[in-house]
């Protein structure tokens, strides 16, 4: 089988790529920003059977070592945060500039296809049921950082595979869920709050979800068939919020989700607890301004029809998804009380109140 290079191949979507890939027979390169700086998903890679190449979005030097010889590159290194101090340094620069040198690498390779993972966030943030989004549209009147820069950095792809004749093609996922991660994302933290019993009332919107191995399958069937072109949506269930709560209450009937819906008129107040929590206690910034502004209120209904009809893509079951999801987190958040159970036993003694503390710390 043939050689090909994943970036990001700690992330969610790319480790479970590679897992795909190695399953089906591929001779993979692992891309990580430092292998050696991150020992614990290096040994997971390994695990796979894949080979680890330092990948720097930043630093192009590394990119053409890492695309030398390979005849495929799967382009999943982004950014994956909705705030920062400095947007364009933090999220936008890294993910579009990124995205460019992963281009220049592989066109001076000389690599045959390049399957670049974008984003529904490059495609809209809101349609009705009638007409849901698909792979005509763009989202490039954005608010929000993250959304600007999956919206730049897929535009800039497309003129620069058109302007040096790559073969490119483009993945855009829905909200991702599923199994297989060590860092949480945007997409995955609101799942780990409902376990916790620590999501406090409904975010008024809806979006359309997809299990991340189903997002590697997409991938692979984008890379093999020589018939593939252009953007295709990987997109399965439409939820909201509410909805997506009470399926995880069908599949896992010990959660107890919030009941009360955020009015609308107060989403500004909750941006400003939001970034209260953030300066006063080091909690993770979700609800922003920006963040509103995309998705408050607005329901992103979106169409996979494309990549069904045209490669064959069909998606788990979405119980099986939301479980997996759910089991998976909630192994994370078992070991991390055990560890700072663990900790607090022996440096401070055992009693209740330690052991009580304990709970609902770290994101697992």
């Known amino acids: 089988m043939p050689e090909v290079l994943v970036t990001g191949a700690g992330g969610h979507v790319g480790y479970n790529l590679v897992a795909l890939l190695r399953e089906r027979g591929y001779a993979v390169r692992a891309g990580l ?43 999943v290194a982004a950014v994956y945060q909705t705030y920062a101090k400095d947007p364009e340094r933090e999220i936008i620069r890294p993910t579009v500039e990124g995205a460019r040198n992963v281009l220049d690498a592989a066109r001076e390779a000389g690599v045959r296809k390049i399957v670049f993972t974008s984003s529904i966030a490059a495609v809209g943030s809101a349609a009705p049921p009638e007409k849901p989004l698909t792979e005509d549209d763009w989202n490039d009147a954005a608010p ?22 790559l073969k490119l093609v483009s993945i855009n996922p829905g ?4 199994p297989g991660f060590w860092r949480h994302t945007p997409s995955t933290l609101s799942f780990e709050l409902l376990i916790r019993r620590k999501l406090p009332a409904i975010f008024p919107t809806g979006f359309t979800l997809v299990d991340v191995r189903d997002v590697a ?3 692979l069937l984008a890379y093999e068939n ?31 989700p919030p009941k009360r819906v955020i009015p609308a008129s107060l989403l500004p107040a909750v941006a400003a607890l939001d970034c209260l929590g953030h300066a006063l206690a080091g909690m993770p910034r979700q609800v922003t301004m920006a963040m509103i502004r995309e998705l408050g209120g607005k329901y992103q209904r979106a169409s996979g029809a494309r990549l069904r009809e045209e490669l064959g893509w069909s998606p788990m079951p979405f119980e099986t998804s939301l479980r997996d999801t759910l ?29 009580a503390s304990v709970v609902g710390k770290g994101n697992g």
């Open 217 to 219: 399958m997409a991938h």
């Open 33 to 75: 920003r430092d292998p050696a700086a991150d020992p614990v998903r290096a040994e997971r890679l390994r695990a796979l059977g894949a080979e680890l190449v330092p990948c720097e979005l930043l630093k192009p030097e590394t990119l053409r070592a890492a695309c030398a010889g390979v005849e495929g590159v799967f382009q």
């Open 327 to 355: 089991d998976w987190i909630k192994k994370r958040v078992r070991g991390t009380l055990k560890r700072n159970a663990a900790f607090a036993v022996t440096s401070q003694g055992s009693s209740p109140c330690l052991r």
């Open 226 to 256: 020589v018939r593939a072109s252009g953007r295709y949506l990987a997109v399965d269930r439409f939820c909201t919020m509410r909805e997506l709560l009470e399926a995880c209450k069908t599949v896992c009937p010990e959660l107890r």
């Open 144 to 165: 929000s950082p993250y959304f600007q820069a999956k919206v730049r950095s897929e535009r800039e792809a497309w003129a620069y595979a058109k302007a040096h004749g």
């Open 175 to 178: 909200a991702i869920i599923g």
